[in-house]
């Protein structure tokens, strides 16, 4: 797993899991702890997240609402889209996606 990135926006890659679940609450507390607004989380380079990743996110979630921030989830990954579904955690958190690059036309 590995996150870079600042306060305000981190990007995450890898497997968040129950062997990386320590590190990413570490870097996700301190990214809201030090910053203001919304912290984005880019999930293009996240490969899987089980249960104990998802409590992270969670934990992130509910820690960022304490300081006055958001958590928003930007690129979620289809699979994981679907589990966010299912659990009914898609109700909870804020998910986005990319904003289309300049000069796309719809």
Do not use: C
Not at 51 to 68: D, E, F, P, S, W
Not at 94 to 105: D, N, S
């Amino acid at each position: 797993m590995h996150i870079r990135g600042d306060h305000a926006k981190l990007v995450v890659g890898g497997r968040l899991d129950v062997r990386s679940a320590a590190d990413a609450r570490t870097a996700l507390h301190t990214a809201v702890d030090s910053g203001r607004g919304d912290l984005v989380l880019d999930l293009t380079e996240l490969d899987s997240w089980d249960a104990t990743g998802l409590g992270v996110i969670m934990g992130a979630h509910r820690r960022a609402g304490r300081a006055n921030r958001r958590l928003v989830l930007r690129n979620v990954p289809p699979q994981m889209q679907r589990l966010l579904v299912a659990t009914r955690l898609h109700r909870i958190l804020a998910i986005e996606a990319a904003p289309a690059p300049p000069g796309t036309r719809f």
